[in-house]
């Protein structure tokens, strides 16, 4: 398996700009993930990689070799799509030999590496089946096992289980996973849902209209997001902002919350955005010191925790709340919001002002 490399890599279609300046390495044995809205150039970065389309400028190397001038085969990457086309009139273990087939090995060495990928995949038992006969999620598996018989240098996956149910993606998540440690694959992959991207990745971009905004760990991009952009796609229920103002010595107030807390490190004044993740805001009795006052609005009990949605003067905040709290609507209440774990952003460019700590 080998490592990726994009650099200063930019691809416009006519007045569209696919994508821009992008620099990203992947290293070797990496499950990394490009994460973003719908049109923000993540299949872009796949074709590029797979050698679909060519770069209007910048390099693209795999392993230590550039490839701009290498057609798609002698890339050796294998893509998974999200529309799984299986062939239908063949049988699993037939649709698994194919690009085997296509490349004309011999047949006992076709078998042993058909017998040696389903096992791998625990797809034994499916491979006489047609895939009519197979579930959403063993075709899936069907379909990764295609992809790798080639042993390929590195897979490229675009949205590769976002058509299954949720609760198969679930499986699929943790067995994709599974695999890339043991078969210790390079694996680039594209999704638009956070949750996916936060769970799979040992990696995250985070893109947007073209540019790569952030690269980091799941816990990089959760805990210390470089932008509003990034913390607003990152977490469900997702973080909760207030507007106002940020006056010097990191004082800031809310516009439309009476909402006013000092934020150590935070410099400048002007407008600016508090965020904070609803597990970090506490609901406690109302008159309590040093809090904001609040009323109940909505309570979803969901098992483990439970999303409480607090009116704080013309604005309702999210707070999640482990166990089973009881509430009643319209109940007066006390937020306690930690200082330490707020983030503030510009209040008109969003960047990063200052981080939780
Ligand atoms: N073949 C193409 N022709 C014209 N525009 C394209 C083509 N492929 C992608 N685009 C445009 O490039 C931008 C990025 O697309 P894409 O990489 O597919 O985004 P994503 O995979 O994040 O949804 C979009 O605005 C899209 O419309
Ligand atoms: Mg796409």
Do not use: W
Request: a negative charge; hydrophobic letters at 40%.
């Amino acid at each position: 398996m080998a490592q990726l490399e994009l650099r200063n890599t930019s691809k416009s279609y006519g007045k569209t700009v696919a994508v821009k300046d992008i620099e990203l390495v992947v290293e070797d044995n990496e499950f990394f993930c490009i994460f973003g809205p719908p049109s923000s150039g993540k299949t872009t970065i796949l074709r590029l990689l797979l050698g679909l389309v060519a770069p209007d400028e910048g390099e693209i190397i795999i392993g230590d070799e550039p490839v701009v001038d290498q057609g798609p085969k002698e890339r050796n990457l294998a893509m998974v799509f999200q529309n799984l086309a299986l062939f239908p009139h063949m049988t699993a273990g037939q649709n698994l030999a194919f690009p085997l087939v296509e490349r004309k090995l011999e047949k006992a060495a076709i078998k042993a590496r058909v017998v040696e990928v389903a096992e791998t995949l625990h797809i034994t038992p499916l491979l006489d089946k047609m895939p009519a006969h197979l579930s959403g999620g063993e075709r899936q598996r069907v379909a990764i096992g295609r992809a790798l018989v080639r042993d390929p240098a590195a897979f490229l996956m675009d949205e590769p289980i976002a058509a299954l149910d949720a609760r198969l993606r679930e499986e699929m998540r943790v067995e994709l996973k599974r695999l890339q440690r043991e078969l210790h694959h390079t694996i680039v992959y594209v999704t638009h849902d956070q949750e996916e991207a936060m769970s799979i990745a040992d990696r995250i971009a985070v893109m947007e209209e073209g540019e790569i905004r952030q690269v980091g760990t799941p816990a990089e991009i959760y805990n210390l997001p470089n932008s509003r952009y990034v913390a607003e796609l990152i977490g469900a229920p997702p973080m909760n902002f207030v507007d106002g103002t940020l006056a010097n010595g990191g004082r800031f107030e809310g516009r439309d919350v009476p909402f006013s807390i000092t934020l150590e490190g935070a410099e400048g004044e002007g407008p600016a955005a508090l965020a904070v993740r609803p597990e970090d805001l506490g609901i406690g009795a109302a008159g309590a010191n040093g809090g904001v006052e609040a009323a109940i609005y909505e309570v979803e009990p969901l098992g483990a925790f439970t999303i409480v949605d607090v009116s704080v003067g013309e604005q309702i905040l999210k707070v999640q709340a482990p166990g089973q709290p009881q509430f009643t609507l319209g109940e007066r209440v006390n937020l306690a919001v930690d200082p330490d774990r707020c983030h503030l952003f510009h209040g008109e460019t969003g960047e990063l002002i200052r981080s939780a700590r």
